[in-house]
């Protein structure tokens, strides 16, 4: 039964036709794919069944959200919480095959929240130099009576080799500078306009200025752990070059590779779940002529709000 929506709810939504056009665009792999088969595609199955028909060493980046060790139920997939080291060993038993399709030049990002993060590390760092956690402010879920308010996950870094794409140029975030300091008079590390006074800034790797996708977001779906599409713009424009290849073996609603599609990235994902895959495929097609990121405008991220207020700002003149 379909869900009845507020009239200002922009979820995404598909009709029995629609889901009808977009299975017929879904991939299965059922033998050996050469890269021309998997280049721009969705793939509608059972990643432990499929991953050994991939080719070796194809993709420049790869962006891991598997489910996180909780009770979670998928639209019917359930996935069960698990002890610590039985999660460990749920890891273990992809993860080694999942990184033959990187390149030697290849980076990784992996998704995790407290409970999992732990596992996360000591399964990555078995076969890859981990770089760096990231974590990054969610500010989203009821408060706790007994316990601290969980608003933070994290994410780790890895690289195949020393030899690695990152570009630090294009992940600089715009923020307002509160106490504007000058040097002869000048302005010192900023930049004086009629919108007010910003500082390009180099990226931390702690993140409090993303968006949880909600109900009046076109990008938001009904998909229970939806990352923002600002967050993979982040990871993609840093650790991807131009037409590289980014893959998503747990893709979800599709985040990963409609903002790959994008950033002028190629993209694959493989999901088990139809319905997911028919939203990702759904808001691939908008991204061909929307190409909109919250947050993200002129080449550089906003803090959060901001780039909302100086359009307001420019409208009022």
Not at 56 to 85: A, Q, R, T, W
């Amino acid at each position: 039964m379909e869900k009845e929506r507020a009239p200002r709810n922009r979820t995404l939504t598909i009709t029995e036709t629609d889901r009808g056009t977009l299975r017929r665009v879904l991939k299965h792999a059922a033998r050996p794919l050469r890269l021309e088969d998997v280049i721009d595609r969705t793939f509608n199955d059972d990643l432990f069944t499929i991953i050994d028909f991939f080719p070796s060493e194809i993709v420049d980046l790869m962006v891991i959200d598997p489910p996180y060790n909780l009770n979670k139920d998928f639209d019917g997939f359930k996935f069960s919480k698990s002890d610590d080291h039985s999660y460990q060993k749920y890891l273990a038993t992809w993860f080694p095959k999942v990184l033959r399709l990187l390149k030697e030049t290849g980076s990784l990002y992996i998704c995790g929240d407290w409970r999992s993060t732990a596992a996360l590390y000591n399964v990555v760092s078995g076969y890859l130099t981990v770089r760096n956690r990231i974590t990054w402010q969610r500010e989203k879920g009821r408060g706790a009576k007994t316990n601290w308010k969980n608003c933070t996950e994290d994410i780790w870094f890895a690289t195949v080799s020393d030899d690695y794409y990152f570009d630090v140029d294009s992940v600089k975030m715009k923020r307002k500078v509160i106490a504007p300091y000058r040097e002869n008079g000048r302005p010192k590390d900023w930049e004086e306009t009629e919108d007010g006074n910003f500082r390009l800034t180099h990226p931390s790797n702690f993140w409090d200025d993303l968006t949880i996708p909600y109900w009046s977001m076109p990008e938001n779906t009904d998909h229970p752990t939806q990352k923002p599409e600002k967050l993979l713009a982040k990871l993609i424009l840093a650790s991807c070059p131009q037409g590289g290849l980014v893959f998503d073996p747990f893709l979800g609603s599709g985040t990963t590779s409609v903002v790959a599609k994008k950033l002028d990235r190629r993209y694959c994902g493989v999901e088990v779940n139809e319905e997911y895959c028919c939203w990702a495929e759904k808001r691939l097609e908008k991204a061909s002529y929307d190409r909109t990121i919250q947050g993200y405008s002129g080449g550089v991220f906003w803090e959060r709000n901001t780039l909302s207020l100086q359009r307001k700002a420019k409208e009022s003149k």
